[in-house]
């Protein structure tokens, strides 16, 4: 077998994905044939040479695992939370196999996300060159102005008012944004191709209006199709797609206009003024209430009194 770099053998096993490999290797944790390797450029071949990762032997390439899951809200998206907080790699326990979300979503996040033991095809995806478009409904407080969402489509920029720790103020990326549901608190499709710290709630923030809710729904050629929790594998031809995003092999991905993914999403509309109509049925109710009284009482005054003489018919 032809030689390989060292990080991407690594990736092939499923130990981490390639830029971690590479973390690995620089921390003098790999060994080949014995001897530590330090060296990026590193090439061995995996059916001939002994590789180690922390003292334990790659058995070689794995079988290779790509999972689309539909990430309830409450999950982190990493393989293990310091804090104790459920992780996303709870609902794939049946896995056989070590895989590993590509890219995030907010723990009050839900929708698409990948995961996958694929090293090469995850960082090819997380690269920032990549543009893998990412589209996502978010329920919004308020209704901001067209003048708003005007300005979040051409980009902004986010985090220079004060908030966490390590959130510095950046650019934002052109978006594509439509309303998909007009309302006191309207539902947005928003589409990016960057994936910056908690972007979409930072960029609404940034014109006055609270996130209260997002779904990620499509991610590249892949759109959400699983119920919240589960998960499938992905097809051949989806994973092919997955490998062309980002080349000059990738067909263009124009605006959404899918009106039907969206109402499947969000369902049907609620009645904005319920209150309302619940008075209304209590006011009719009162009106009949009230028109029975005055009949009935009218009925009684019309009866013949008991102790006024009767009439003898002549």
Do not use: C
């Amino acid at each position: 077998m032809a030689e390989e770099r060292l990080q991407k053998i690594i990736a092939s096993a499923g130990i981490a994905s390639r830029r971690n490999a590479e973390e690995l290797i620089a921390q003098g944790r790999v060994t080949l044939n014995g001897q530590i390797v330090s060296e990026l450029g590193t090439k061995a071949d995996p059916e001939r040479d002994h590789i180690k990762v922390d003292g334990k032997l790659l058995r070689g390439a794995e079988r290779r695992a790509y999972l689309l899951l539909n990430k309830p809200r409450g999950y982190v998206t990493t393989v293990s939370d310091p804090e104790g907080r459920p992780t996303v790699m709870e609902l794939v326990k049946n896995q056989a196999g070590r895989i590993y979300p590509v890219g995030r979503l907010d723990y009050g996040s839900e929708g698409l996300l990948l995961l996958t033991n694929d090293g090469e095809l995850a960082n090819h995806l997380t690269r920032a060159s990549s543009h893998v478009q990412k589209t996502y409904l978010v329920k919004v407080s308020g209704q901001p102005t067209e003048e708003d969402i005007e300005n979040l489509r051409h980009g902004i920029r986010i985090g220079s008012k004060p908030g966490p720790r390590g959130v510095r103020a950046v650019n934002t990326a052109p978006a594509q944004i439509r309303i998909v549901r007009e309302a006191e608190n309207p539902w947005y499709e928003v589409t990016l191709i960057e994936g910056k710290n908690r972007q979409i709630r930072r960029m609404f923030e940034e014109v006055g209006h609270h996130v209260e809710k997002i779904k990620r729904v499509r991610y590249g050629p892949l759109t959400l199709d699983v119920e919240p929790g589960e998960s499938r594998e992905l097809t051949a031809k989806e994973i092919a797609a997955l490998r062309r995003v980002g080349s000059a092999k990738a067909p263009p991905q124009p605006a959404s206009r899918d009106t039907k993914l969206s109402s499947r999403f969000l369902g049907k509309p609620r009645p904005e003024r319920r209150e309302d109509s619940r008075t209304d049925r209590n006011h009719g109710r009162s009106a009949s209430r009230e028109r029975s009284t005055t009949f009935n009482r009218s009925s009684r005054n019309t009866r013949p009194n008991s102790s006024s003489p009767r009439r003898t018919p002549r």
